[in-house]
Every structure is written in C-alpha cells, then in structure tokens.
C-alpha cells in the first residue's frame, strides 16, 4: 500500500525506477569527480554527478526539474565535449554516447507523464521547440569553446611538415625475381618484388588458390620463403615444412620435438636457405632453422632429413658457453641469416627475470659444418671464440633477438639489440652493456669484430629492444646515392644511417628527457636521441583528455588514473610512484619492421599508439608477492632478481579491458625517403573485433588498432598487410593509401606476407600465415593461405 495520496501508477513506478538508476550511476561520477579536482583533473564530472543526482531525486518526487536538468546536462556536455575533443569522432563518443543514452526514457510517455510543472516557465522549457532551440546553442557554444581551447600537443608523424611533394614514379629497376629467398624478401630486408601481375588494377579479382593447416594453434608470426617450386616454413613449435609452390601441399615435415612445457615462449618467424658451393646430392641445399629450446638444425631441402655432417647429426647445441639457467630462459625465434657462408643469429632471453641471465652472444656458424666461425661477445671483443673451460659468455649482455640484415658487398651484418638485463632497472649495467644496449650494430661477417654502433635509446629502462628488422636501401637524394639503413624502433623514431659507417643520413639531436622520479639507485641519460628528418611514430604527448574510454565512467577511471602517475612525455622513467611508458613494450614499430619500395623511393610504416602503466616495486614487496612472477615474454609482474626492485608491467587498459588512451591505436603510412615528408598517413584497422572485455563489436568502423607483422610491397604499386587485430588482409594503393582490396582471415594475420611466381604455371601468389597472437588477443589459428588471379 502508498502512502495517502501518493501516486503508484505504472507511470511513476516506471519513472522511480528511471530515478533510482540517474541516482546510481551519479555516485561513481561524484566520487570520482571529486578525486579527479582533488588531483587537479577536470570538474565535469562532479558536476555531472551532482546534476545527475538531483535530476534523479527531483524525478523521483515527479518534478519536471528532473527531465529539464538531464537535459540541461546533455546541453553542457555537448558544449563540454566539443571544447575538449574537437571533432574527432572516436574522441566525443565516451563523453557523448553514454548520457545521451541514458538520457532516451525522457522521450518515453511513461517517464514524462504526471511530472508537475508548479512553474508556467519551466512548462514552456520542456517543450520540444524550446529544447532544440537549447541543443542548438550548445552546439554554436561547443564550437566557439573549440576555437579558445588548448592546442592538443603536436603529433610528431607530422614533425617533418604536411603531405607534400609529387609522389615519386618507378624507375626502371632490375628484373623480377619469381623466388623469396630470405625471410624479408632479400638479404636487406626490404619486403619488396619486382613481381606485377597483380596490378592495382586487378588486385580485386585476387582469391584464395590454396590453404594449407600446420596443425599448430599457438600463433603463426612465420613469413615462408620460396625457392624453385618449394616453400619452405616453420611452425610455432619449430616444426618445417616444405608445400608445392602452385598447390600447397605438403612435401614432407621434419618434426622438431619440442617439449612444449620447457618453453614458455612459441614463435618461430622463418627459416633461411644455403646452397653449397661445389656439393652436389644430399644437403647440397639445405634448409636452416633454429629453435625455441636452443638448437640450430640443417636439413636437405629435397627431403627434409637432418644433414648428417652438420655439428651432430645435424644439430648443434647453442646452450654451449652459455651460464646455466632454467629451462626455457633462451631461445631463438627470428630466422637466421646466412652470410659469407656462415649462420648468424642472436637469441631471445627471457625479460627482466634476474641480474646474470645468459649472454646476448651474437654466433656464427660454419652453414657446411655447423662449427662455430666467431662469437660476438660485448664483455669480451677481444674473443671471438668459445669460452676457455670453466668460463661462460658474458652474463646479462644486450641480447639480439630480432631479425638481422646482410650487405654482402660490404661483408657487414646488421644485428638489432635489446636492452641489457634487467628491463626497467639499469643501475648495475656495465659500460659495454650501456654501449650496445638498443642499438644497432654492424659486425664483420668474416671476423665477428664490430665495425659501428648506433644507439636508439641511451640506458633503456622501458623495454625499448631493438625489434625491426634493419631494412637496406639506396636512397637518392640530390646530392647522390647513398647506401642507407633504415632503422625503425619501438620508440617510434626511425633512424636513417649510411650502413657503411653508422653515420645519420637524416638528423638526429639530443634532446633533454625527463628525469624525476627515478629510483636513487639509478643513473638515467640525460638525453636521447630524435630523428627529427624524419616522421616519428611516438604519438603526441598525452593530457588529461587523451584519456578514453566506452562511457564517461571508465574514462573518468582512466583520467584518475593519469593524473595518479607521472607522466611528463616519452622516457618518463620507472620508479616507485606509478608512470606511463608511452609507446609502450609493442611500440612504435616492432618486429614487423618497416617495407619499402626502393624504385619509387617509398618507405611503409604500420606503428602502434599504445600505452603501459609501471611501477617498480620493493624488494621487500616484490618478496612478499614472490608467486606472481613466472618467466614470461613481456607485461606482468617482472622479477629483476639480483636488484633492489622488481617491476609490474601492463598495458594502460580501462577496466573494460580497453586502451585508455583515445584512438587511433594503430596507424599505416608512407614517406618520401628523399626528403623524409609523409606521402599519406591513416588509421590502420577497424573494430569489428575490439570491445569491452573482448567481446567482439562486429563493428566495422575504422578506427586504427594494435598491430602486429609486416607489409609487402610490389613494383606494381601494391602494398599487402594483415597485422591488424581485427584479422582483415589488406592492399593499398601504395601511391595513395587507398585500399584497393580486402578479406577477413580465418584467423589473425600476425605474420609478413610473401610474393612469388610458380614455375608450374607462371602465376603470381601471395602467401600470408593466418594464426593470431596470444598477445594482441586475435583469433588463433593455423593457416598458411595462398592468394592468387583466377586462372
């Protein structure tokens, strides 16, 4: 039963219940509000909070204050958003998209009906002429708040100023090469063919030929490579397979019996190919991989059967000279490179577990023999060779897990670093560890001595390893040729070298980077160094309202949490306060790398724009939560044993499990590397697969997500990418970065695309591995996926 005279028609209980929900959702906006003003954040949201309270209490009692303060709300924040997003549309949704839908049982008979008007004037407000009179004026006001409101600081992929200059034209070029000898297309890792019979033109008539199942779901990053009629690829479990090039059917698979359980990491990027001068028979061409449990193996290309005269039976240890540590703590996943007759590789050592991890030794190895030709050791340049008994490889090196480059004319290998251990403490590195340490460097294919180093990022404590592939160009600029290096880096700055001596070709400076904060153990750089000649991937500074999130309160949760750490632009370093590392671990641009074209002097990009949140913890604290920390590729809780601190990783998330800070999170473009203009730049993938706590939108809206893997680039004027996390396979217009095609993939297409002629029929195929990445979360899968022009 009421209370006398009180209304319990349907109406007001509809109403009530509509109350009770404006009074539930202002709470979290008032308390959060209130901290957000006490850190010095924006006051919208305690406002919005009191304003969404008192509308509910006031519609509660059935007082049209209610709907008119709800409204007023709307108005304001419409004005708000405009002032603080601009017109980005990615931007207002958070602030927009929310109130507005809680503000839709307004519309409806059954909310609005008995609301007593005691007030002619306020009945007059709340007719619907009078509202979209008020809409209107906010949105005039909301425009003019635009044009006085703070610059959003500059995106420096524009540093090197707008689109301009004419878009370069092909040159004439060598012949085209029907095979994929090497995992990025040729020894300098340019991703390029001179193939063209798919044509801009034609691209869209492009359909599957062949599919091929490695039985393997972990994830695919493999790029395969071709030679004659043959493809050869690894799987994530280090298996090879060899497929007919027209058809896609097996030849044969060597099975590498990994013991999955000893390897926490799975990833296998590709294999490489030796022909032996002067053999013939068995061997005489040979297949060579490495593994993730520490093993280099040489196969006959014809039949996959180990070669006998290979180290032993076809196997060499590269656990050899190395300090002893636990199972699954070293592994190689990139594809070796072969020069000078030799096998060079690095190694992938597990992030930031303790101070005495084993060495990032750079190995060479005989590619008949297996014997090893030099050892590039940081802590001993004076020995190439095996460590004396009772000696190791020096501890705790930069390692070198990314792929290498080769200039055989120049007799030089290029090799990538990563930081030294541990990650995000640097205070008991070595000076040879802070010479070598996420740089890259170029060492003598005959000798193993270094010749040059480049350092991207001095004392790296943000994970900012070295991951692309170094990609070798002859660039010409006005003044001549020059044999370049393009070195890309998860920092987002890309470095253009002549790789004959490590000189800039393109300018860098030293600029000053923030420096409070760090813990009194450790001894930050000043300074790091810019490549202002050219666009950087970094991403624009973050302010408060870069923040995002799906409705107003997870963004409020992101801003909170801004405003709780610090941040003072890139290299903020790590300490016991909370910071965001901005790019993050995934960069930038990782070990996808970068394309070019090197006839129209073009350079592809795809980068990411995406945040982590760390914090160093004390040992004691670190002890204290001593189950948490499992070896592990990146994020998490990372140990740092044999420190002061151990660290926790994650990315910057909202607790719907999307990245706080405002799209776009991924971003494709092209540059003019003889004047180091953008030619285009976009935002790369759409979020059909993205959505609170991964559940798919199925939206296919463009929005720019994280990517993983590399493009192609053809003579034709052709680029082809998967990469994104929603699983599309792409081909743009590499003149204009219009997509000319696309298909969804089974699964993610986490890998680099190759090009190829089959010498069966002439026809020319692109191949692209569809198996996901744990990591960004896509679609796992097991496809290798061969893409042709009908017959």
Not at 682 to 696: D, E, K, Y
Not at 760 to 788: C, M
Request: charged residues 15%.
């Amino acid at each position: 039963m009421g209370m006398p005279g009180e209304d319990i028609s349907k109406p007001a209980v509809a109403r009530r219940i509509y109350a009770a929900i404006l009074a539930l959702v202002s709470l979290p906006l008032l308390a959060g509000g209130a901290y957000l003003v006490s850190l010095g954040g924006s006051p919208y949201y305690v406002a919005a909070g009191a304003v969404t309270l008192a509308s509910g209490i006031w519609l509660w009692r059935g007082r049209v204050e209610g709907a008119l303060g709800y409204a007023t709300l709307l108005f304001a924040t419409l004005a708000w958003a405009l002032w603080e997003a601009g017109f980005d549309g990615w931007a207002l949704m958070p602030r927009l998209v929310a109130p507005a839908v809680l503000g839709i049982p307004l519309l409806f008979p059954a909310i609005r009906r008995g609301l007593a008007t005691p007030h002619d004037r306020l009945a007059r407000l709340a007719r619907p002429g009078a509202l979209g009179i008020a809409a209107l004026a906010a949105l005039i006001a909301g425009i003019g708040l635009t044009q006085l409101r703070t610059p959003d600081p500059f995106d420096p992929i524009y540093q090197t100023g707008p689109f301009g200059g004419a878009i370069p034209t092909a040159t004439a070029g060598g012949p085209a090469e029907g095979d994929w000898l090497h995992y990025g297309g040729d020894p300098g890792g340019t991703r390029y063919s001179r193939l063209d019979q798919i044509r801009p033109a034609n691209v869209a008539g492009l359909k599957p030929a062949w599919t091929f199942r490695v039985g393997d779901t972990y994830g695919l990053e493999v790029t395969p490579i071709k030679v004659a009629d043959t493809l050869y690829l690894c799987t994530a479990y280090n298996d090879v397979i060899a497929l007919d090039a027209e058809t896609g059917r097996q030849r044969w698979r060597f099975n590498a019996h990994i013991v999955k359980e000893n390897v926490p990491y799975h990833v296998c990027r590709g294999v490489a190919y030796y022909r032996a001068p002067g053999l013939s028979g068995d061997c005489a061409e040979r297949i060579i991989t490495n593994t993730t449990d520490a093993r280099l193996i040489a196969l006959d290309a014809r039949s996959g059967r180990l070669c006998q005269g290979f180290g032993r039976n076809g196997q060499v240890s590269l656990l050899t000279g190395l300090s002893k540590s636990p199972v699954g703590y070293y592994a190689v996943t990139s594809a070796p490179t072969m020069a000078g007759g030799k096998v060079v590789l690095g190694g992938w050592v597990s992030d930031g577990q303790y101070w005495g991890e084993p060495a990032g030794v750079v190995r060479a190895f005989d590619a008949i023999t297996g014997e090893l030709a030099w050892a590039w050791d940081v802590g001993r340049p004076d020995r190439q060779t095996l460590p004396p008994p009772g000696e190791t490889y020096t501890h705790s090196t930069p390692n070198a897990w990314a792929p290498f480059s080769a200039d055989e004319r120049l007799g030089l290998v290029y090799v990538p670093t990563g930081n030294p251990a541990v990650d995000y403490f640097g205070g008991r590195r070595r000076p040879f560890d802070e010479k070598f340490g996420s740089s890259v460097v170029a060492i003598e294919a005959a000798t193993g001595k270094t010749r040059w180093v480049f350092q991207t990022a001095h004392h790296d404590v943000w994970d900012w390893d070295v991951a692309s592939q170094p990609t070798l160009v002859d660039i010409a600029y006005p003044s001549g040729v020059r044999h370049a290096l393009v070195q890309p880096t998860k920092r987002g700055e890309v470095f253009v070298l002549d790789r004959a001596t490590g000189k800039p070709l393109s300018p860098v400076v030293e600029k000053a980077v923030p420096q409070a904060g760090a813990v009194p153990e450790e001894r930050l750089s000043p300074t790091q160094p810019f490549s202002v000649g050219m666009p950087s991937y970094r991403g624009p500074d973050f302010t408060e309202r870069f923040m995002w999130g799906i409705t107003p309160l997870d963004q409020l949760w992101c801003r909170i949490r801004f405003k709780e750490s610090r941040y003072e632009g890139t290299a903020t370093p790590p300490g016991l306060q909370p910071n965001i590392a901005y790019p993050g671990f995934n960069g930038g641009i990782d070990w996808g790398s970068v394309s070019v074209d090197p006839e129209r002097q073009l350079l592809f990009v795809n980068s990411n724009r995406v945040a982590n949140y760390d914090r160093l913890l004390t040992r004691a604290e670190a002890d204290a939560r001593v189950k948490q920390f499992v070896a592990r590729e990146v994020g998490g809780p990372v140990r740092q044993g044999g420190t002061p601190y151990a660290a926790h990783i994650q990315i910057f998330r909202t607790p719907l499990g999307i990245p706080c800070n405002q799209p776009p999170y991924g971003m494709i473009s092209a540059v003019d590397l003889r004047s180091g203009k953008l030619v285009w730049a976009q935002r790369f993938g759409n979020g059909r697969a993205a959505g609170p706590w991964g559940i798919r939108s199925m939206l296919p809206i463009l929005v720019g997500t994280p990517n993983n893997g590399g493009s192609l680039a053809t003579r034709s004027g052709l680029l082809f990418i998967g990469a994104t996390h929603d699983g599309d396979f792409r081909a743009f217009d590499t003149s204009s970065g219009r997509m000319l095609w696309h298909v969804r993939l089974p699964a993610g297409g986490q890998a680099t695309p190759m090009t190829y002629i089959s010498p069966k029929s002439g026809r020319q195929f692109v191949v692209i591995a569809a198996g996901g990445h744990p990591a960004l979360r896509s679609v796992l899968g097991d496809y290798i996926i061969g893409y042709a022009l009908p017959k």
